[in-house]
Nanobody, 120 residues
Framework: QVQLQESGPGLVKPSQTLSLTCTVS??????????FNWIRQPPGKGLEWMGA???????TYNPALRSRTSISRDTSKNQFTLRLTSVTPEDTAVYYC????????????WGQGTQVTVSS
C-alpha cells in the first residue's frame, strides 16, 4: 500500500517561494508507468493539477503555472518536491500529492493534504 505525506511551511509571504515535499512509502518513485503529482484546491474552488514527475524523471506542468512551477525528486529519500515561485494570496490552497498510473483515469493514492496560506 502506497502512502504519501506532504510536508512544508503552512505560511508563506507574498513574492517568496513555496516549497513542499511529498514522502512516499510502500512504493518507489521509479515504479514503472506511475506519475507523481501535485494538486491544489483553493478555498471554495475545485482541484487544480499543477504538475507531475514521471517514473522516468520527466516532468509535465499545467501551462497556466508552468513559468512558476518546478517539480524534482530525490530517489534516495523517496521524496518529490514542489517549488512555486513568486507566490501571491491567490496561491493559498490545500496542496496534495497524489499518484496515478499512466493507464489510469483516476488517482490511485493521495496524501492527506497540507494547508498553505500566503499572507504577509
Amino acid at each position: 500500500q502506497v502512502q504519501l505525506q506532504e510536508s512544508g511551511p503552512g505560511l508563506v509571504k507574498p513574492s517568496q517561494t513555496l516549497s513542499l515535499t511529498c514522502t512516499v512509502s510502500g512504493g518507489s518513485l521509479t515504479m514503472t508507468y506511475y506519475y507523481f503529482n501535485w494538486i491544489r484546491q483553493p478555498p471554495g474552488k475545485g482541484l487544480e493539477w499543477m504538475g507531475a514527475i514521471h517514473y522516468n524523471g520527466e516532468t509535465t506542468y499545467n501551462p497556466a503555472l508552468r513559468s512558476r512551477t518546478s517539480i524534482s525528486r530525490d530517489t534516495s529519500k523517496n521524496q518529490f518536491t514542489l517549488r512555486l515561485t513568486s507566490v501571491t494570496p491567490e496561491d493559498t490552497a490545500v496542496y496534495y500529492c497524489a499518484v496515478r498510473s499512466q493507464y489510469s483515469s483516476h488517482y490511485d493514492y493521495w496524501g492527506q493534504g497540507t494547508q498553505v496560506t500566503v499572507s504577509s
